[in-house]
């Protein structure tokens, strides 16, 4: 079955690098930014306070549930005028998260699997995430990136999976997604008819998805469960 396989999409956060080191750094840098330009804003949202601002203003705006570029600067602009601070620094602000947001830490296994895997297939990155290619260094192993920011809609949707298989000009027969998450990459990417595997990092603090990889109740196809990317290279010939 590995041989009707001519493509792969592969989730980003916790596939190939654990993201809430990076996302807890990336707030930090944000506060220092805050404490030397907003600094009302700073006293009186500190990282836990902003971050229920968030889920409120996500709560507040379900149909930007695919876009957390624009769900994080409705909470800055909201945090920075409830403070008294200037509501335009809200994008300098951002930018500044942003640009720590991508630096992040690879896997191990990740790069020399990444060079096993792209000399074979066409790689495409298919994230919910706002994680970018080129700043993270990955430009050059993937062909192109589809995000729920730019398709309109997030993982588990079938309609993002349907997008990436139009981008790579494959069926989704001819396609195997890679990701951590159980419902968001391999519930999501079955459902559309995908082939998949599972990583779940033996490192890894959490494991979402079920005690078993078990996926009888998907449609045909091939599922993989695997520790990190050096043993799907394998599985898959590369």
């Given at each position: 079955m590995t041989m009707t396989i001519t493509a792969l999409t592969l989730d980003l956060d916790d596939t190939l690098w654990p993201v809430m080191p990076t996302l807890l750094r990336a707030e930090a840098v944000l506060q220092d930014w805050l404490r030397a330009h907003a600094p009302a804003t700073a006293a009186a949202f500190d990282v836990p306070t902003l971050q229920r601002l968030r889920g409120e203003v996500g709560r507040r705006h379900p149909a930007l549930a695919h876009d957390l570029t624009a769900l994080r600067l409705i909470t800055l602009r909201e945090a920075l005028a409830a403070a008294g601070d200037d509501p335009a620094l809200a994008e300098p602000a951002f930018t500044v998260f942003f640009a720590e947001r991508q630096r992040v830490q690879w896997y191990g296994d990740v790069r020399p699997a990444l060079e096993r895997l792209a000399a074979r297939f066409p790689l495409l990155a298919l994230s919910n995430g706002n994680a970018e290619l080129a700043a993270t260094g990955l430009a050059p192993y993937f062909v192109g990136a589809?995000?729920?920011?730019?398709?309109?809609?997030?993982?588990?949707?079938?309609?993002?999976?349907?997008?990436?298989?139009?981008?790579?000009?494959?069926?989704?027969?001819?396609?195997?997604?890679?990701?951590?998450?159980?419902?968001?990459?391999?519930?999501?990417?079955?459902?559309?008819?995908?082939?998949?595997?599972?990583?779940?990092?033996?490192?890894?603090?959490?494991?979402?998805?079920?005690?078993?990889?078990?996926?009888?109740?998907?449609?045909?196809?091939?599922?993989?469960?695997?520790?990190?990317?050096?043993?799907?290279?394998?599985?898959?010939?590369?």
């Open positions: 589809v995000s729920a920011r730019s398709c309109g809609v997030a993982k588990p949707a079938v309609r993002i999976f349907e997008a990436a298989c139009a981008e790579l000009r494959c069926t989704a027969g001819q396609v195997m997604h890679v990701g951590d998450d159980w419902t968001l990459d391999v519930v999501g990417a079955r459902r559309a008819g995908l082939h998949t595997a599972w990583i779940r990092r033996p490192e890894a603090a959490l494991h979402r998805g079920p005690a078993s990889a078990d996926a009888d109740d998907a449609p045909a196809g091939l599922h993989l469960h695997l520790d990190d990317l050096l043993v799907l290279a394998d599985a898959l010939g590369a």
